[in-house]
């Protein structure tokens, strides 16, 4: 068995081995520096850009002008879907709107993914996350370049309701639109910086669930969801 | 380990030449190649192309300072919470995941793709110790049934037909014939549902280990890989020790090379950044994290200046895609785990040059693998350093026959018309043919100057499978 001792000093041997260009010189590991980061596009340029990625990447992609308006979306999303419960996490941005009561007044029920804040234990959550037509969440960040939404598990926001069933609806504001992947790498090592604990776990979501393993046939909802929406808030 | 077969390489090969279905799915490579092209053009070839220094400089300097970023990236996950595995080999890495499984009584294991852990051999491993160890990517689900070693490094199951899966899937599953590839996906979704929502353990590959978070990225379609990190109750994940990657922002640039190259897609439609167990405060995600990096022969590649650039490869599959050899031959005629191109390099330096030696024969030197290659890898530069590895002398004087002629025999059927010509590859780009520019390859035998004349061959006509994979808006309800 090896340690990890011996195991790097069993690269250490290989590299010193080596007649490869490795200078002395160099004391400590020095990445590369980064280029320069490109010039940031205005907001209005992001959302239009989003909009077009989204669709590329086959997001339903919807704009609501207030969260009254996204909540009204969204309710007519999940009666497309037939569901009769919908799942969903605590973002901030659900309970603004009021999402709990637009359902019901639909006559659909509506449930929070959470064990943290008195809800359901981990069996139960698992079954009725697997169970919902329709799963929505509020997200951390959304890329415009390739119209990702960035996910990051915490209290209240389970990582199951954007991946068990099989409609996943993202809802974000339009702050949260960034432009690249850099951008949201960076405002993680920020958050991390400020953490108490150095764990962390994130999702990029660019769309459905998608598999070609069968004769390179394009098939949706392998295992995730087969549909998703992404519903952006303000401009 | 799972069992090297490579010194069939002839006989393999000339099975796949002689098979109908496996030709007719070698021909599908286009759509990858194609999809590759346009993300390309999309993303800029400029902007490509810094991106590509970019990640050979990062690369360069990550293996020159290997030992200090994976000490490093070890570090990071136990202050995460997570647990280190280092591995010398195979045997200790499938030791260390059956001593996990057997601590927390584990019955049912769901794994998500990793190349490392087909290296290992590890869902042997676990079965052997009467643990249900099933593979969840659709692709690798088909090869696990069919009890085959995956095909391609992007597609495990390219060689398959629909009847073939649905063959396979009745025979297996007991499930009614179907022709439907939609239909047959739904039949792999239900089965493998139920193994998600009851497993006790997940194992997962790494993309990438990022050394300063400790953070490891698994680029995903299907959604296997987050249900793999996210629902069972311990994860293990395994990654070859080249996989460190510095700074997390560096996954910026490894993963649009990864994504555009493979399948030509902007970006995955998952990827997951896994650091140590759940947090304290969170509402799900397995409580123990394992890490188990893997030396198995890579320390060899390391050492020796003329093959490290091989610990470069991100995996893309694009050197497979291009190959005139791989697309005639297929992926099982390599024998081991990694095929094409990058396997002919890998394979040999992995488990040895004489359990290997026709691999390094497999290949035209055409230049088609390097010129794709998102990372500039100059495989035909290491496959003839392995050739006189091979035959200890000149290679030009020592080239096996056998293998020699088999490679003209592919050289002929590439040739030989349009539609077969398309799998030579477009990938590469024509007009740069390595031929003109590359002195090494001036004493290649005569079928290389058929290459040459085949620059002029019309171009087969591409099904639009970048618009099918991204476009498919409405279509979701097949
Ligand atoms: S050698 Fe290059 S092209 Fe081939 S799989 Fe590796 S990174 Fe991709």
């Known amino acids: 068995m090896a340690d990890r001792e011996q195991f790097l000093a069993n690269i250490r041997d290989a590299l010193s081995s080596s007649n490869h260009s490795v200078s002395p010189a160099q004391a400590g590991a ?17 959302l239009a850009q989003l909009e077009r990625t989204a669709a590329l ?4 992609f919807t704009r609501a002008a207030d969260e009254n308006e996204a909540a009204a979306s969204i309710v007519e999303i999940a009666k497309e879907h037939g569901a009769g419960r919908v799942v969903r996490t605590a973002h901030d941005v659900l309970e603004r709107m009021a999402l709990d009561a637009a359902l019901t007044e639909a006559g659909m029920e509506s449930v929070l993914l959470a064990e943290t804040l008195g809800g359901l234990d981990a069996q139960a959550r698992q079954d009725t996350a697997a169970a919902a037509a329709v799963g929505v969440t509020g997200v951390d960040a959304v890329i415009a370049e390739t119209a990702s939404v960035a996910l990051v598990p915490r209290r209240g926001m389970s990582r199951q309701a954007s991946l068990l069933p099989p409609v996943h609806v993202a809802v974000a504001t339009a702050d949260q639109v960034v432009a690249s992947l850099d951008d949201v790498l960076a405002l993680r090592l920020d958050a991390l910086a400020e953490a108490e604990e150095a764990t962390w776990y994130m999702n990029l979501v660019s769309g459905p669930s998608r598999t070609a393993d069968i004769e390179q046939t394009l098939v949706v909802g392998v295992h ?6 992404l519903v952006v808030i303000g401009e | 380990m799972t069992e090297v077969l490579s010194a069939r390489f002839k006989s393999q090969a000339a099975e796949a030449l002689g098979n109908v279905t496996i030709q007719e799915s070698l021909d599908r490579l286009v759509n990858f190649r194609q999809g590759r092209v346009d993300a390309i053009a999309e993303y800029g070839q400029d902007r490509w192309d810094a991106l590509s220094d970019r990640a050979r400089e990062i690369k360069r300097d990550t293996l020159e300072h290997l030992d200090e970023y994976l000490d490093q990236l070890s570090r990071q996950v136990e202050r995460a919470g997570g647990h280190i ?21 584990v019955k049912t294991v769901i794994k998500s ?36 070693a995956p095909y ?27 022709s439907d590839i939609t239909a047959l996906a739904g039949i792999a979704r239900q089965v493998l549902r139920e193994k998600f929502l009851q497993a006790d353990m997940g194992m997962t590959g790494a993309n990438f280990g990022v050394a300063e978070t400790g953070t490891i990225v698994m680029v995903t379609n299907e959604g296997n890989g987050r249900m793999c990190s996210s629902l069972p109750r311990v994860q293990v994940a395994t990654m070859g020790m080249e996989r460190v990657i510095p700074r997390l922002r560096d996954v910026a640039t490894y993963l649009p090379l990864l994504t555009r190259s493979a399948t030509g897609q902007r970006i995955s439609s998952y990827v997951s950044f896994v650091t140590g167990p759940r947090r304290r ?11 188990v990096i893997l030396d198995n022969g890579r320390s060899r590649m390391l050492a020796d200046p003329e093959l490290r650039e091989a610990l470069y490869c991100i995996r893309c599959g694009a050197c497979l895609n291009a190959c005139p050899v791989y697309g005639k031959v297929g992926g099982h005629a390599y024998g081991w785990v990694y095929p094409g191109p990058i396997g002919a390099v890998v394979t040999p330096s992995l488990v040895g040059v004489p359990r290997a030696k026709d691999l390094p024969f497999a290949s035209t030197l055409c230049g088609a693998c390097r010129d794709v290659c998102p990372l500039k890898i100059d495989i035909p530069r290491m496959l003839l350093k392995l050739r006189s590895d091979a035959v200890e002398g000149p290679a030009e004087t020592r080239v096996p026959r056998r293998v020699e002629s088999l490679m003209m025999r592919v ?9 077969l010509f398309s799998l030579a590859g477009k990938a590469a780009s024509a007009a740069q043919w390595p031929l003109s520019r590359r002195g090494a390859l001036r004493w290649l035998p005569p079928p290389l100057s058929g290459w040459t004349r085949s620059r002029d061959f019309p171009r087969a006509a591409m099904r639009p499978f970048r618009a099918r994979w991204r476009n498919h808006e409405g279509r979701h309800g097949r």
Do not use: C
């Open chain 1, 30 to 46: 020095q990445p590369p520096a980064r280029p320069d980061s490109v010039e940031k596009p205005p907001p209005s340029d992001l």
């Open chain 1, 224 to 229: 995730g969801p087969g549909v998703v929406y």
């Open chain 2, 281 to 291: 405060d969170e509402e799900d995600g397995p409580q123990e994290f394992h890490l």
């Open chain 2, 113 to 148: 793709k990793s190349m490392v852990s087909e290296e290992m051999g590890v869902a042997a491993v676990l079965e052997s110790m009467g643990i249900e160890a099933v593979e969840t990517d659709l692709g690798e689900y088909i090869i696990q049934l069919a009890r085959e």
């Open chain 2, 152 to 178: 391609h490094i992007i597609a495990p199951a390219l060689h398959k037909s629909k009847e073939e899966v649905s063959e396979l899937f009745q025979r297996i599953l007991g499930t009614p014939a179907e």
């Open chain 1, 57 to 60: 990447q086959s997001w339903h």
């Open chain 2, 85 to 105: 595995f280092f591995a010398t080999d195979a045997q200790e890495a499938n030791d260390y995941v059956a001593k996990v499984a057997a601590a927390h009584d």
């Open chain 2, 411 to 419: 050289w002929r059927r590439t040739v030989a018309g349009p539609r």
